[in-house]
Every structure is written in structure tokens, then in C-alpha cells.
């Protein structure tokens, strides 16, 4: 169904890698797909699940993801080193999901159609 992704990164935490590698062999369905999937596991931010106090933000704001705290960066970091990973595994195209990532395959059938028609039609075009 991915033709146009070389790599499909999933972030997770390690705590949750049984269940994380469950889910996301049921939802990628065609061989060659589940061929590409590469997990990356991290330790996450230990005993740091609520604000800190370090900062100062409203329900909007965490909700909306602009923020910085220990999470966000540990995250950001993640994402820095599975493009990295991407990068160095001379992939062209890569796609990120995080472990809470869900679809319906009927109903993402069509997006990612299109997904890889406009990817192969405009290489230097997305990010």
C-alpha cells in the first residue's frame, strides 16, 4: 500500500513493545509493507508525566503541543534520530508514526493513493 515509502519508523516506548509490535503488524496488511516497518524504542521520560512546574502553560496550549517540557524534547530528540536513522540507511523517503498511530485500511486506502502518486510525482515536494 506504501509504494512511495522506503522506511516506515514507528516510535514507542519500550515498556510497550509487545503490544506496540501487535498493533501495527494487524494494521499494516500486505507483506511488503511489514517488510518496512523499523521500530524505534525509547526509555521515555522517567517519572515525568505531569508539568513540572518549570514552565508555565494552559489546557490550550499543552493540547495545542506548544509547549516545552522534558516530553516534548524527548520526543523532538526521537524524531531527530530516526530521520537520522533514515538518513544514514540512504533511505529516500521515510514515514514517522508514533505508537498511538491508528487507522482503517478501507477508509486510508484512498489518501494513501494519493499520498503516493503526489510523492512520486514531486520528489522535492514534501518534507
Known sequence: MFHSIDKIFVLGL???????????NNLFVSKDDKMKIVYHYTEGVKNRTNNDGSYDANLKQILGHN?????????????IKIIEKGYFGKHKNIM????????????????????????????????
Open 96 to 127: 514517522v508514526l508514533e505508537d498511538d498511530a491508528i487507522w482503517d485500511n478501507k477508509k486510508a486506502l484512498p489518501i494513501v493513493t494519493k499520498m503516493n502518486n503526489f510523492i512520486l510525482t514531486n520528489p522535492s515536494s514534501f518534507d
Open 14 to 24: 519500550l515498556k510497550n513493545k509487545k503490544s506496540i509490535e501487535e498493533k501495527f
Open 67 to 79: 509547549t516545552t517540557d522534558a516530553i516534548s524534547k524527548d520526543i523532538f530528540m526521537n524524531h
